[in-house]
T-cell receptor, first 114, second 113 residues
Framework: GENVEQHPSTLSVQEGDSAVIKCTYS??????FPWYKQELGKGPQLIID?????GEKKDQRIAVTLNKTAKHFSLHITETQPEDSAVYFCAAGGPKNTGNQFYFGTGTSLTVIP | DSGVTQTPKHLITATGQRVTLRCSPRSGDLSVYWYQQSLDQGLQFLIQYYNGEERAKGNILERFSAQQFPDLHSELNLSSLELGDSALYFC????????????FGPGTRLTVT
């Protein structure tokens, strides 16, 4: 099955700096790569996603890049703010013959220092 | 607010017991997914239902079962509970079985003592 690795496990940045979180996946059939933000005591919230026919996608301060050949994708947050502090999860998945399973990375705890 | 609701929010029970977790998907969503989140295992996919039928199975134990009802709400049944079953259980929903985007509920925190 799919194996998703995520790095780093913890990340501290100064407010206003950029943060980058990287993930690799193993299954070349995966074609959908979402990123989730999870705040303490809440469920994961979808913040951005990318499909395998696209190399980069941007939404305001958040961007995701995908390198299908190398099987890795990254989340970029620019001009970080204290409210960006949370745990971020990457996932890989996509339509399979029998479902739409996601395989999640182990999470990155991001702390933005004011 | 994702539009996915889960009850109860917290559940404390003893080993050997059985519990039922409930999930209501977003209005119009046909697919429901169940995930288990524990400290050492991260987010693990358990099972998916689409319009009442089981569509995919992940790392779901035989002691666990689920179903999706005609009104599209879903229940996850956990039986013969063990201490290691203590975790957060999340439900997610998506519009169809194959579109990708999944929206998570707030979760049920299960504590087995």
């Amino acid at each position: 099955g799919e194996n998703v690795e995520q790095h780093p496990s913890t990340l501290s940045v100064q407010e206003g700096d950029s943060a980058v979180i990287k993930c690799t996946y193993s299954d070349s059939a995966s074609n959908y790569f979402p990123w989730y933000k999870q705040e303490l005591g809440k469920g994961p919230q979808l913040i951005i996603d990318i499909r395998s026919n696209v190399g980069e996608k941007k939404d305001q301060r958040i961007a995701v890049t995908l390198n299908k050949t190398a099987k890795h994708f990254s989340l970029h947050i620019t001009e970080t703010q204290p409210e960006d502090s949370a745990v971020y999860f990457c996932a890989a998945g996509g339509p399979k013959n029998t479902g739409n399973q996601f395989y999640f990375g182990t999470g990155t705890s991001l702390t933005v220092i004011p | 607010d994702s539009g996915v609701t889960q009850t109860p929010k917290h559940l404390i029970t003893a080993t050997g017991q059985r519990v039922t977790l409930r999930c209501s998907p977003r209005s119009g969503d046909l697919s429901v997914y169940w995930y288990q989140q524990s400290l050492d295992q991260g987010l693990q996919f358990l099972i998916q239902y689409y319009n009442g039928e089981e569509r995919a199975k992940g790392n779901i134990l035989e002691r666990f079962s689920a179903q999706q009802f005609p009104d599209l709400h879903s229940e996850l049944n956990l039986s013969s509970l063990e201490l290691g079953d203590s975790a957060l259980y999340f439900c997610a929903s998506s519009a169809q079985g194959f579109t990708g985007e999944q929206y998570f509920g707030p979760g049920t925190r299960l504590t087995v003592t």
